[in-house]
């Protein structure tokens, strides 16, 4: 049994499609369909029903998933460990981020990039759930997010810092006077919103309903970066956390009186996997950059 055939067991089983599973591995079908025979042979029982182009996981294949999946994280802790001997001076660095704590990261991924050069970082941006999909299948070290995880058999998360919701606008709209405004305000103000799914989004929804308030949406985007740019003209405002407006200067965060909403951004590992030395350096400096 080799690892090389569990990441392709794994990946035939998240997609249930041979065809698919082949082109994000960068193999062809064909090999894919031979690695796996060769695994089934080896332990003597069919993984997958195949029934034309589509594939299901047979009884066995669906017990299996769990144990394939341990081993490859195992197999790649043992090989951090090796990595982590030679002093940062080489291997790669995976990052999962929500779209909101990009402004904390960038000048985090300066300053390591210059300490260990030799580091590969690989950055990857996605929405809470994304990113934890992710961190289960070890394809990212750990997440950033404002995520409110309670700690599991699979995660554990470090609290770094609270931040509210605030009303973002550009120095040229003309609520970029005020001080504060109020909640009710947000029916009359011309808003673009991240997309349901965000977590800013579900806060924001929740408080608006408790409070009966139809807020005056023009855009929903799932592209924050292309969403602040919006905002960034003068024509719109946004809801977002104090600290995602904190990274652009072209930005004011105006309190909002009866939106009673504090985000906690947070650092989540998977639990029972090895912490490179270079995520634990780098999230250090992530903690300072916040104090």
Avoid at 7 to 14: D, V
Avoid at 23 to 41: A, F, P, V
Avoid at 163 to 173: I, Q, T, Y
Avoid at 272 to 289: D, G, H, N, P, W
Wanted: hydrophobic letters at 40%; proline letters at 4%.
């Amino acid at each position: 049994m080799e690892l090389r055939q569990l990441r392709y067991f794994i990946r035939s089983a998240e997609l249930l499609n041979f065809t698919e599973a082949a082109g994000t591995l960068y193999i062809s079908q064909s090999t894919l369909s031979q690695q796996i025979k060769q695994l089934e042979d080896e332990l003597g029982i069919p993984l997958f029903d195949r029934i034309g182009k589509r594939v299901h996981l047979t009884e066995a294949g669906n017990l299996f998933l769990p144990y394939a999946r341990q081993s490859l994280v195992d197999a790649e802790s043992g090989r951090f460990v090796i990595d982590d001997l030679k002093g940062l001076k080489i291997g790669e660095l995976r990052i999962g981020v929500t779209y909101g704590l990009s402004a904390v990261l960038t000048p985090v991924l300066l300053q390591f990039s210059e300490l260990y050069p030799d580091i590969k970082i690989i950055v990857e941006f996605g929405t809470s759930e994304d990113m934890l999909d992710k961190l289960k299948s070890t394809k990212v070290d750990f997440l950033l997010s404002f995520l409110e995880l309670q700690d599991n058999e699979k995660f554990i998360s470090q609290r770094l810092y609270d931040s509210p919701l605030a009303l973002a606008v550009h120095p040229s709209n003309i609520l970029s006077k005020k001080t504060s405004i109020n909640i009710k305000d947000l029916k009359d103000i011309p808003l673009v919103l991240p997309s349901t799914g965000f977590h800013t989004r579900h806060f924001l929804n929740e408080a608006l309903a408790k409070n009966n308030i139809q807020p005056n949406i023009k855009m929903e985007l799932n592209d924050i970066n292309v969403l602040l740019q919006l905002v960034e003209t003068g024509n719109w405002c946004t809801v977002m956390t104090v600290a995602a407006v904190k990274g652009r200067h072209t930005l004011k965060a105006i309190p909002v009186k009866g939106l009673n909403i504090v985000s906690q951004a947070s650092i989540t590992w998977p639990k029972e996997s090895y912490r490179k030395k270079a995520a634990l350096v780098f999230t250090e400096m992530i903690k300072k950059q916040m104090k």
